[in-house]
């Protein structure tokens, strides 16, 4: 079957670094977003990668690797405000992955 | 702008009664997805509807259905309700469809409780 697979929980502390990585198993696949959702909140969007490397906004960043069929979001200078689940999402199958609960600690 | 809206907020129901959803897009966008998400879990997909038709739906039993409207507003009905039903309906909306739109815009979704 088609999935995306996410590490269930990160943790982290204030202005510090975090990857969440994302590893899938689906065909005819264009591209891949990012989803942040606050605990009791609708998804907002990120990030996405239409092509192979590493796409910058602001303290997010979102890298895809279609050969190795992975992709991570790297969370830099990291504030209490992102703690929140995080997806990662095939874009044209609207297929969403596991989710990564990140935890960010004084 | 205003954004993606849902309503109701809360619903509760019993098992065998039937619910419907409703979901207002973004101004100017025409296609709406809808999304459960049950209780610490992640989003799967059901339905996704653009210019009044339905594009694609997820792995989901038919009493999952719904419509576009002509202004491009949706509802989603479930029948025969089950407690396993009991979930966090989102919906969410895009100026294209899912092949070239990255980006939706989510609504608050709909708490739908089944007893």
């Known amino acids: 079957g088609q999935s995306l697979e996410q590490p269930s929980e990160v943790t982290a502390v204030e202005g510090a670094i975090v990857q969440i990585n994302c590893t899938y198993q689906?065909?005819?696949?264009?591209?891949l977003s990012w989803y942040q959702q606050h605990d009791g909140g609708a998804p907002t969007f990120l990030s996405y990668?239409?092509?192979?490397g590493l796409e910058e906004t602001g303290r997010f960043s979102s890298f895809l690797s279609r050969s190795d069929s992975y992709g991570y979001l790297l969370l830099q200078e990291l504030q209490m405000k992102d703690s929140a689940s995080y997806f990662c999402v095939a874009t044209n199958k609207l297929i969403f992955g596991t989710g990564t609960l990140l935890a960010v600690q004084p | 702008e205003a954004g993606v809206t849902q309503s109701p907020t809360h619903l509760i129901k019993t098992r065998g009664q039937q619910a419907t959803l409703r979901c207002s897009p973004i101004?100017?966008?025409?296609?709406v997805y809808w999304y459960q998400q049950a209780l610490g879990l992640g989003l799967q997909f059901l339905l996704w509807y653009d210019e009044g038709e339905e594009r694609n739906r997820g792995n989901f039993p038919p009493r999952f259905s719904g419509r576009q409207f002509p202004n491009y507003s949706s509802e989603l009905n479930v029948n025969a309700l089950e407690l396993e039903d009991s979930a966090l309906y989102l919906c969410?909306?895009?100026?294209?469809?899912?092949?070239?739109?990255?980006?939706?815009?989510f609504g608050p979704g709909t708490r739908l409780t089944v007893t």
């Open positions: 689906t065909s005819g696949f264009y591209g």
């Open positions: 969410a909306s895009s100026s294209l469809g899912s092949g070239e739109s990255y980006e939706q815009y």
């Open positions: 990668n239409a092509l192979d």
């Open positions: 101004s100017g966008h025409t296609s």
